[in-house]
């Protein structure tokens, strides 16, 4: 198995460019997260899909920040216009559902300059 | 409200010797439980987990870990550590649900 492919792994952008994550979750999982981790707060649950629909976005930091899963294999996260406060990396995980192991992608390290 | 403690930020110990690594949490209820290490640069790798059952878990890599109910522990070790276990280690908490909650991380330095 590939396991979660995210992509790009490493993002340098300017500040009020809009910045597009990319995640392939693996095959059969039906949950997908999207992580954010820093060093002042860690690890945090931005979205939560289950079967392409989300469920729980509570986490997702303002409105300047949306995601979408148009099917089972993909799942893209936005940024428009990014900020030099959303420089971190952002994981993606899958998992088979539930209260199941979540399986984490490789990340993406974004820098907004 | 569910929280996760890794109380040591940072530990260094010398090859070959041994690990523990400490977990608190808070939760009503029976928690899931989880490690994971992440290697610099790379995402997080499940280390092993804790749903039920024999309250000491085996894990990838050599470690196990022990589920404490009455001190509400769920601490790391490893007999003797290698170079190659120099990373950051994550403990989480699971509700039942989909939400984990992540400790801050511990950060272990092995010493040749």
């Known amino acids: 198995d590939a396991g979660v492919i995210q992509s790009p792994r490493h993002e340098v952008t300017e500040m009020g460019q809009e910045v597009t994550l990319r995640c392939k979750p693996i095959?059969?999982?039906?949950?997908l997260f999207w992580y954010r981790q820093t060093m002042m707060r860690g690890l945090e649950l931005l979205i939560y899909f289950n079967n392409n629909v989300p469920i729980d976005d509570s986490g997702m930091p303002e409105d300047r920040f949306s995601a979408k899963m148009p099917n089972a294999s993909f799942s893209t996260l936005k940024i428009q216009p990014s900020e030099p406060r959303d420089s971190a990396v952002y994981f993606c995980a899958s998992s088979p559902g539930g209260p199941d192991t979540q399986y984490f992608g490789p990340g993406t390290r974004l820098t907004v300059l | 409200a569910q929280s996760v403690t890794q109380p040591d930020i940072h530990i260094t110990v010398s090859e070959g010797a041994s690990l523990e690594l400490r977990c608190n949490y808070s939760y009503g209820a029976t928690p899931y439980l989880f490690w994971y290490v992440q290697s610099p640069g790379q995402g997080l790798q499940l280390l092993l987990k804790y749903f039920s059952g024999d309250t000491l878990v085996q894990g990838i890599k050599g470690f196990e870990a022990e589920f404490k109910r009455s001190q509400s522990s769920f601490n790391l070790r490893k007999p003797s550590v290698h170079w190659s276990d120099a990373a950051e280690y994550f403990c989480?908490?699971?509700?039942?649900?989909?939400?984990?909650?992540f400790g801050t991380g511990t950060r272990l330095k092995v010493l040749a």
């Open positions: 095959s059969g999982h039906n949950s």
């Open positions: 989480a908490v699971g509700s039942g649900t989909y939400k984990y909650i």
